[in-house]
Structure formats: C-alpha cells, structure tokens
C-alpha cells in the first residue's frame, strides 16, 4: 500500500518568515494530495490540495509543489503569522479510486511572535 | 467554521457503559467517514459510508458500531470500550467516497475509564 513519509515533525519560525514542509510518497499512481491544518481542539480542515497533473499551484500565502519523478510534495507557508500555529498533515490517495487517505505523521508548526 | 457537526464534544464513559457519538452534515455529501485520532498522530480510517450503506470497515472491533440513518447522519454506537479507546474522533464527509476532498468536523473528545 501506501506509505507517506513528513518532514520535519517540529519546525519553529519566526514570524513573518517562511516555513516548508516536505512530504514523500510510494505508489507512483497516487494523484491527489491534499494538506491539512489541524489547531488544538479542532478537527483537520483542508487548506489546499494538488493534482498529479499540476506542478504547483497557490493561495495568498500558501503553495504547494509536487515532483512526480521524485515522489515528492511540498508544503511552503510565507509571511507566517501567529495563527499559522498548528499541526499540518500532508495526504496522498488515487482519486477516483476506493482507496482513501494515506496521511503523513504530521508536522507541528510553531510560529514565534 | 466547520459544516460537518459532531456531538458531543466531550464524553467520559465507564467500560460497561452504552454512549452514542453523532454526526450531521447538510451539504449534500453522499460519502461519510469515522476516524480515529491519537494524541500526535495523523487521523486512522475506521469506517466509510457511500450512499449510505457502509463500504469499508477497517478490521474495527465490534464494539464500535457504525449506523448511517439517512445521506445526513451518521452515528458510532459504542458499547463495552476499553481505556485504549481513548481517543478523538473525528467525522468526515465528502461529494462520493471516491472523492478524497473530506471535510471533517470537530470532532468528540472521548475518556473512557
């Protein structure tokens, strides 16, 4: 099945800095990757996701880029704000398919006022 | 704020103790899901519901008992749990099951001792 690795699992900028989060997956025939911000005590809301057939794709602060050959996706924040504070997950799954969400392990961001 | 509503927020149990956890969206999904979610830890499938009948069940133990009343609820019926069942969890829905867009709720904090 597959197997979706993140890095780092703790990352602590400064505000108004960028943050990248890395994610890696296994089955070349994954073709949707969404991410999601988690904040304490609430459930994962999407933020933006990206298809296999897109090399990057962006909202405001937010980007994501994806390399196929690598198998690998990325997650970049800029001008992080406080409220950026959370735990990102990164996912990968075949769209169209049964199979559902692989999660990455999670990636705690803490932005320093 | 989130459009998949889950009650209730918090619940502490005994082991013999019988608890409902419930689960309404209104916006027209067809596909639901329960999750499972551990302190630092990504979501777990536990069971999906397409057009409400259930698609997968993630080798759950029997007693979690899912239910699907109508395309805008669901439930987990929870019956004999164990103090490892501690955990929250998380509803989702999204358009079909083969979708991979989810919108998750709140969630429910659940304790049991």
């Known amino acids: 099945g597959e197997n979706v690795e993140q890095h780092p699992s703790t990352l602590s900028v400064q505000e108004g800095d960028s943050a990248v989060i890395k994610c890696t997956y296994s089955?070349?025939?994954?073709?949707?990757f969404p991410w999601y911000k988690q904040e304490l005590g609430k459930g994962p809301q999407l933020i933006i996701d990206?298809?296999?057939?897109?090399g990057e794709k962006k909202d405001q602060r937010i980007a994501v880029t994806l390399n196929k050959t690598a198998k690998h996706f990325s997650l970049h924040i800029t001008e992080t704000q406080p409220e950026d504070s959370a735990v990102y997950f990164c996912?990968?799954?075949?769209?169209?398919?049964?199979?559902?969400?692989?999660f990455g392990s999670g990636t705690q961001l803490t932005v320093l006022p | 704020d989130t459009e998949v509503t889950q009650t209730p927020k918090h619940l502490v149990m005994g082991m013999t103790n019988k608890k409902s956890l419930k689960c309404e969206q209104h916006?027209?999904?067809?596909?639901m899901y329960w999750y499972k979610q551990k302190a630092k830890k990504p979501p777990e499938l536990m069971f999906v519901?397409?057009?409400?009948?259930?698609?997968i069940n993630e080798s759950v133990p029997s007693r979690f008992s899912p239910e699907c009343p109508n395309s805008s609820l669901l439930n987990l019926h929870l019956h004999a749990l164990q103090p490892e069942d501690s955990a929250l969890y998380l509803c989702?829905?999204?358009?079909?099951?083969?979708?991979?867009?989810?919108?998750f709720g709140e969630g429910s904090r659940l304790t049991v001792l």
């Open positions: 916006m027209g999904h067809r596909a």
């Open positions: 996912a990968a799954s075949i769209r169209g398919s049964a199979r559902q969400l692989t």
């Open positions: 519901y397409s057009y409400e009948k259930l698609s």
């Open positions: 990206i298809r296999s057939n897109v």
């Open positions: 989702a829905s999204s358009q079909r099951s083969l979708s991979g867009e989810l919108f």
């Open positions: 089955d070349s025939a994954s073709n949707y």
